[in-house]
């Protein structure tokens, strides 16, 4: 049971929160131009690391706002939360 | 209870309260401060139940909370019974009543002890390898093996008990009180930290408190005695919570942990009514530290289960805690030193020691001489090969070990005793450590897996990190207390320590016997009965790793979890495959550490507390009318409303026939609403939704269908053009959470650019739908000045107005085909807004109805309801609505996904209606359709996914989904049921009133 500290509200218990799946998985925007091919990768392909990961997170029985953070699967620490929107930290 | 058994000025003990409690149906007495196993054996009973596979008599082996053999039910056939206890945790009072498991009928004489004799019929894996053939008759063997096996009763009947959770912030939590949590719980509450120290047992102290030898000194004073001091200074300390009698059951990341508070089970009846009997505590704790101990490890040689064969430190806590003298005649039986302090302590309280078997060649410490000198005959480089004595141990067998242990040697020696205490070294108790996700490290030298890394912020000290003796214990914890807790100093640098153990210590998993291997039963996990015989045969099996042996041997899968014998099993498949200890690994410890009972883990949430339920403003007037009431959801929705006798069949038909004929009235408050402002509210309907929203006129409302960006049916429902800029979605009941979660997903990180904002107001409003042909007429009766004319108040349009002084507005939408109005109002208006529906739709025989009626009129109108006829594997083509998605618009969410290859196939399941060839045979919803009978594998084409009698069309209707069902309209199919096959055609959906008329009656 993590401790989550939301950007906009500081620490909380994880049982606040929702996983949203990877993050930076931007919707393009055409989609009626992609190949089939391509529009699978956006909608059913992520990448399920062991180590460093960019997750989505919701903080739905809060602020119900979404932001980002960088967890590192293997045991769970979090390295970094930052906004939507903001670019990924480099590894 | 026998006077000779009892050892006198035990200080743990109030003598002067004598109490009475039943064991297998017979009173004993014991004393205040006694557990049920210390008081049984005051009163020499040691047989206490039946082992689980081979039911073989058993014993009391520990004296603490790893016991495996001495479990017990308590309070059977009363409410408040429970199974599985541990006779060493129960703490004796008034009242209590306790009787022996797994035997029948008697604990003395157990059918079940056959299993005993034919046991070399009964290896690892024989269930598994013998009753699976046939197949189809497991059913029949394993009722017999169910009724044979299983570890106690389960209560029957709901618990009585009030339970209870606690959330605990602290600084500093501690686990466990022995010396080590008690010099860190005093540390860290001296330092400002608000700290917390929890021990599983009654007294804080651990095994310092009783020790009182001059062998292990502190300061020049007994280590009890200072130990004692101590904890007089630590309960002066005002930032420190100490609670007793509450286990540790889970360990999680981020140090987050649970631990269960028993508060009442050691009260007599009288005391603990209406109190809470136990409490769970969930407790976010900044720094952890770890003081769990050790656990004694037994030894393992033929029948080394008899009842009298116990750890060589239970006995002595029996004799220097309990004042309980567990054997007359006692020998213990060691591999280190840590027997002869259990010896020597029974021979000062003037109870027999006969002899100590050593597997050592010899050893010099101090405490050895010491009890040579009390006349304690030592074998050394000797092993017990055998025990006797059916329901208590008589006698044991003794032969020297060869030179490398591997065998023994020379004649037999047959020791006459009563009580064997077996000493096998220590294992660190690191449960709590790895659950929380910490690794460990195998320690050759004492065979000991020991802490080695961890994430959260924890420390692990005293014995469960490895360190037994005392000037370790102390040096080393006072140390680690230093860094962790950043602090200059502790209380506990350069104290002087008399210790005289030495660490020296042999280590033989399997002790050999003078018989082979498969006429031997040298237990290895008491309570699941599995012997080394059955590990070495799960490794000749060709099983290699320590999970698979587990499961297939059963070893360390009972309520015990295999704290004495885990370290054993790893120990005889190292030896056995030649691999190292370290390289074997540990199963995973998993919580909890000793079991809970279900009302800890619920606590108040039982019964109406159990979920929450959401109710309309409108709900008293359905309770009141006799509604049924089904779940959706969270919500407790009127189902229909039965008139004197009638089945719900019946209320249903009555109920639709009003509806379609005169007029109907519907709680539809529950359905999800979400209210959309923001100047880019039409763009972000348009991207939601499949069909088009740039052209709504302001008092307008629009059927709309929402996707997944997998194409498939998320969602639908209303919405309301209110105003430039404002719209009111409806969502379906069960959705609207889900929904709300997704658009707010899209707008907050998709399309941050759009001036969009969304309130959920599900339950600001209360909404009434009336439906019927009367329906104009009770609305004009209930606001007459408005036009309800169909120019003025066309269908799918929207009012804003007020029903005498309150606001509301009314939609002419429709979910059954009839002409209808929604009226919602505020919520706290919802029940006057119902009952004024009532009053003036009572000429017109205005009929209540449930959601049943209501499914059942959309059904006739073919109309879907998402969750029932989709399953989230169903297009809007699928559902033939192609009329909805719009070609025109270049996105949407999903849109793309409707072009997808599997997506546009042509043999995708769709919707279809479809009619039975007896109009009177309704379908079962789920039921399988097929196109051909006699194929083998038969072909599934689809299913049932709503199904009625239609009281309107005087026929069966049903729903279904079935590939390629767009192109099989008159065609026949069939549905095989359990004893027949029901023949039906493929049909449009739409059963009623295709043109629509209805909507304008």
């Known amino acids: 049971m993590f401790i989550i500290n939301c ?85 | 209870m026998s006077d000779n058994l009892r050892v006198k000025g035990s200080k743990f003990i109030d003598e002067t309260t004598k109490i009475s409690f039943k064991f297998n149906g017979k009173i004993y007495y014991g004393f205040k401060g006694d557990t049920l196993a210390s008081a049984l054996m005051a009163n020499d009973v040691h047989l206490v139940g039946r082992s689980f596979k081979y039911h073989r008599p058993r014993g009391i082996m520990t004296a603490g909370s790893e016991e495996p053999n001495a479990i017990v039910q308590v309070n059977d056939n009363t409410a408040y019974t429970e199974p599985n206890v541990r006779a060493t945790e129960i703490e004796i009072h008034e009242g209590l009543e306790a009787s022996s498991q797994n035997c029948w009928p008697s604990v003395g004489f157990d059918i079940g002890g056959i299993n005993n004799i034919l046991s070399p019929f009964l290896p690892a894996g024989f269930y598994y390898k013998t009753f699976m053939w046939p197949a189809s008759s497991w059913e029949k063997y394993e009722h017999f093996i169910r009724h044979s096996a299983g570890l106690g009763k389960s209560p029957k009947v709901a618990d009585p008990d009030i339970y209870d959770h606690r959330y605990i912030h602290c600084d500093v939590l501690v686990i466990g009180a022995g010396i080590s949590g008690i010099m860190a719980a005093k540390t860290a509450a001296q330092s400002n930290l608000k700290t917390i120290l929890l021990d599983e047992k009654t007294e804080i102290g651990g095994t310092t408190i009783y020790q009182n030898s001059d062998n292990f000194k502190i300061n020049n004073k007994n280590s009890s005695d200072w130990l004692y001091n101590e904890i007089n200074e630590l309960k002066k300390l005002d930032n420190l919570e100490i609670k007793t009698r509450t286990s540790v059951a889970a360990y999680h990341g981020y140090n987050y942990l649970l631990a269960r508070e028993n508060l009442t089970d050691h009260l007599s009846k009288k005391e603990k009514q209406n109190k809470i009997r136990q409490r769970l505590l969930k407790i976010r704790a900044k720094k952890v530290i770890v003081a769990t101990g050790s656990l004694e490890r037994p030894l393992i040689f033929d029948n080394n289960d008899r009842p009298g064969i116990m750890l060589s430190s239970a006995i002595k806590k029996y004799a220097d805690y309990y004042g309980v003298i567990c054997g007359k005649k006692n020998v213990f039986f060691t591999n280190n030193d840590s027997a002869y302090e259990s010896a020597i302590s029974l021979s000062k309280k003037e109870i027999k020691v006969q002899a100590i078997i050593d597997i050592r060649e010899k050893s010099e410490s101090s405490i050895i001489k010491e009890a040579e000198s009390l006349g304690i005959k030592i074998y050394w480089s000797h092993t017990v090969v055998n025990t006797h004595g059916y329901k208590k141990l008589k006698e044991i067998s003794v032969m020297e070990l060869s030179k490398d242990g591997l065998s023994v040697i020379g004649s037999k020696i047959n020791i006459n005793c009563d009580c064997l205490g077996i000493a096998g070294g220590w294992t660190p108790a690191v449960h709590l450590f790895t659950q929380s996700g910490g690794k460990l490290k195998f320690r050759d030298e004492d065979q000991v897996f020991i802490p080695n890394k961890n994430s959260s912020k924890q420390i692990s000290i005293g014995s469960c990190n490895g360190d037994f003796e005392l000037d370790k214990i102390i040096k080393n914890s006072s140390n680690s207390l230093k860094n962790f807790l950043d602090i200059g100093k502790t209380d506990y640098e350069n104290l002087s320590v008399v210790t005289s153990k030495e660490t020296n210590k042999k280590n033989i998993w399997l002790l050999p016997s003078d018989k082979v291997i498969g006429k031997t039963k040298p237990f290895v996990d008491y309570q699941n009965d599995v012997t080394a015989k059955d590990i070495k045969l799960a490794l000749r099996e060709g099983f290699r790793s320590i999970e698979h042996v587990k499961r297939y041997t059963t070893t360390g899968m009972g309520t015990d979890q295999g704290k004495l014998g885990n370290m054993h099993a790893l120990g005889i498949i190292a030896d056995t495959t030649g691999v190292k200890m370290g390289e074997v690994g540990t199963t995973t410890f998993r919580p909890p550490y000793t079991p809970l009972t279900f009302g800890t883990i619920v606590g108040r949430n039982v019964g109406e507390y159990f979920d929450i339920f959401r109710r309309t403003p409108m709900n008293d007037w359905h309770v009141k009318n006799k509604a049924k009431f089904e779940n959706v959801g969270q919500w407790k929705r009127a189902w229909y409303y039965p008139r004197y006798n009638e089945t719900m069949h019946e209320a249903v038909q009555r109920e639709s026939v009003a509806a379609r004929y005169s007029a109907g009235i519907l709680d539809a408050s529950t359905l999800g609403k979400i209210d959309i402002q923001g100047s880019d509210s039409s763009e972000f309907l348009n991207r939601v939704y499949t069909n088009a929203w740039s052209k709504l006129g302001i008092g307008k409302c629009r059927y709309g269908l929402m996707l997944n960006e997998d194409g498939m049916v998320y969602d639908d429902g209303v919405t309301t053009k209110l105003n430039e800029n404002h719209y009111i979605m409806t969502t379906t009941t069960g959705g609207a959470a889900n929904v709300m979660v997704k658009l707010e997903d899209y707008l907050q990180t998709e399309w941050p650019e759009l001036d969009v904002y969304l309130t959920s107001v599900t339950d600001h409003f209360a909404t009434a739908s009336i439906c019927g042909p009367n329906s104009k007429k009770i609305l004009n009766k209930l606001i007459p000045d408005l036009d309800l004319s169909d120019e003025n108040f066309p269908h799918m349009s929207f009012k804003k107005t007020r029903i005498g002084k309150i606001k509301c507005r009314v939609m002419r939408i429709s979910f059954t085909g009839e002409l209808s109005y929604e009226i919602n109002v505020q919520a706290n208006y919802g029940k006057s807004l119902w009952e004024q529906c009532i009053k003036a739709g009572k000429e017109f025989n205005i009929t209540p109805y449930g959601t049943e009626t209501m499914h059942l009129l959309r059904a006739e109108k073919g109309f879907i309801i998402v969750g029932q006829d989709t399953d989230g594997t169903i297009t809007p083509i699928d559902l033939q609505m192609h009329w909805i998605v719009s070609k025109k618009k270049l996105d949407f969410i999903g849109k793309r996904s409707l072009y997808r290859s599997d997506t546009m196939r042509e043999d995708r399941k769709q919707l279809v209606g479809l009619v039975t060839d007896n109009p009177k045979e309704v379908l079962e919803e789920g039921a399988q359709i097929v196109s051909e009978l006699n194929q083998n594998p038969v072909q599934m084409l689809g299913h049932v996914t709503s199904s009625y009698f239609s009281p309107n069309l005087n026929k069966s209707i049903a729903l279904a989904v079935v590939k390629g069902g767009k192109t099989m309209i008159g065609k026949k199919l069939f549905i095989p049921m359990e004893d027949r096959t029901i023949n039906v055609m493929v049909t449009d959906p739409v059963f009623l009133d295709k043109e629509n008329k209805k909507l304008n009656a």
């Open chain 1, 7 to 91: 950007p906009f509200c500081g620490e909380r218990d994880q049982s606040e929160f929702k996983a949203g799946g990877e993050a930076h998985i931007e919707r393009p925007k055409q989609p009626t131009e992609l190949s089939d091919d391509e529009w699978a990768e956006y909608l059913f392909m992520r990448k399920n690391i062991k180590g460093v990961q960019f997750e989505r997170w919701n903080h739905a029985h809060g602020c119900r706002k979404w932001f980002n953070m960088a967890r590192d699967t293997s045991n769970d620490e979090i390295k970094l939360i930052y906004k939507m929107g903001e670019k990924p930290p480099l590894k």
